[in-house]
């Protein structure tokens, strides 16, 4: 089992929608947790950061921790085209950043 | 925009040649990575260091080695390339004055091995 993972994709939704990510981690140490976005043949950028159970709302983009669950979400309102990017969760543990696989998303016009 | 650079940006050698790969951060991050990326795949971290003359081997088996002798400074070296070192290489760093302690990243070189 990996330490983190994220649901399959890739993930398609029509412009406008909600698209909801989804990630679980092993560690229960885990103390913070990351989602950065990539674009094809580009280098990851972040684009929440949460720590605290509950939503953390930035924009069109909500992050969603459950530390009890060990699952952390990013939902993005209004889906847009310029969003199609893989997405990657990462969870602080034992001093690294471990990240999961990706999930692909595609946001078709 | 995050203050790390990367150099080359692409590099196609041939098996056998010693190769670095640069990575300079102006930020003065006390933490740099190194990562290696397969096309579609996942990141895997293969090196790491939390300072000079501090490094350490990451989660993925690598025959490349690392050196930190200044802070800014974290370069790469692969002794004998191999077809099988193809990839894209992305250097991360992290540190004091970053907001979230998160990772900034380098805009990667991608290495290819003929």
Same mark, same amino acid.
């Given at each position: ?12 939704? @029509? ?15 885990? &103390? ?11 280098? @990851? *950028? ?33 889906? &847009? ?19 999961? &696989? ?6 078709? @016009? | ?6 150099? $080359? ?27 290696? &990326? ?28 690392? /050196?930190?002798?200044?802070? *800014? ?5 692969? *002794? /004998?390339?191999? $077809? ?22 380098? $805009? ?7």
């Amino acid at each position: 089992q990996k330490e983190v993972e994220q649901n399959s994709g890739p993930l398609s939704v @029509p412009e406008g929608a909600i698209a909801s990510l989804n990630c679980t981690y092993s560690d229960r140490g885990s &103390q913070s947790f990351f989602w950065y976005r990539q674009y094809s043949g580009k280098s @990851p *950028e972040l684009i929440m950061f949460i720590y605290s159970n509950g939503d953390k709302e930035d924009g069109r983009f909500t992050a969603q921790l459950n530390k009890a669950s060990q699952y952390v979400s990013l939902l993005i309102r209004d889906s &847009q085209p310029s969003d199609s990017a893989t997405y990657l969760c990462a969870v602080q543990a034992r001093g690294k950043l471990i990240f999961g &696989q990706g999930t692909e998303l595609s946001v078709k @016009p | 925009e995050a203050d790390i650079y990367q150099t $080359p940006r692409y590099l196609v050698i041939g098996t056998g040649k010693k190769i670095t790969l640069e990575c300079s951060q102006t930020m003065g991050h006390d933490k740099m990575y190194w990562y290696q &990326q397969d096309p579609g795949m996942e990141l895997h971290l293969i090196h790491y260091s939390y300072g000079v003359n501090s490094t350490e081997k990451g989660d993925l088996s690598s025959e490349s080695t690392v /050196s930190r002798i200044r802070t *800014e400074h974290f370069p790469l070296t692969l *002794e /004998s390339a191999r $077809p099988s070192h193809t990839s894209q290489y992305l250097c991360a760093s992290s540190g004091p004055g970053s907001r979230y302690n998160e990772q900034f990243f380098g $805009p990667g070189t991608r290495l290819t091995v003929l």
